[in-house]
């Protein structure tokens, strides 16, 4: 079992920059994938980013790229979100998610159904 625990939501203004945290507990992370998804009020759960432990690469929605990174610190089990440029229509809740394999192509890492646990969110909010 992993715990997954997300911090690092907040307020922000439009062109502001927040660092999303996902701190796990139970397993050694380094042989997981991570990914962020988000939801806002009335829209379905989106996919933001994923980071594949077994090739290293790294994945991302297009309504994001060039604006948040992630990346994972292995030695404290922490994979980070890096927002940059935020817009009011990143305002959402973001959850991130863990699986003990690595990741084949977009579709694969897009795809809520192929995490098998998840964080309970942290809210970002964005005004103009």
């Known amino acids: 079992q992993v715990q997954l625990v997300e911090s690092g939501g907040g307020l922000v203004q439009a062109g502001g920059s927040l660092r999303l945290s996902c701190a796990a507990s139970?397993?050694?992370?380094?042989?997981?994938?991570v990914g962020w998804f988000r939801q806002a009020p009335g829209k379905e759960r989106e996919f933001v980013a994923a980071i594949s432990w077994s090739d290293g690469r790294n994945y991302y929605a297009d309504s994001v790229k060039g604006r948040f990174t992630i990346s994972r610190e292995n030695a404290k089990n922490t994979v980070y979100l890096q927002m940059n440029s935020l817009e009011p229509e990143d305002t959402a809740v973001y959850s991130c998610c863990a699986r003990p394999k690595g990741l084949t192509d977009y579709g694969t890492a897009a795809r809520p159904g192929n995490y098998d646990y998840w964080g309970q969110g942290t809210q970002v909010t964005v005004s103009s």
């Open positions: 139970g397993r050694t992370f380094n042989r997981y994938t």
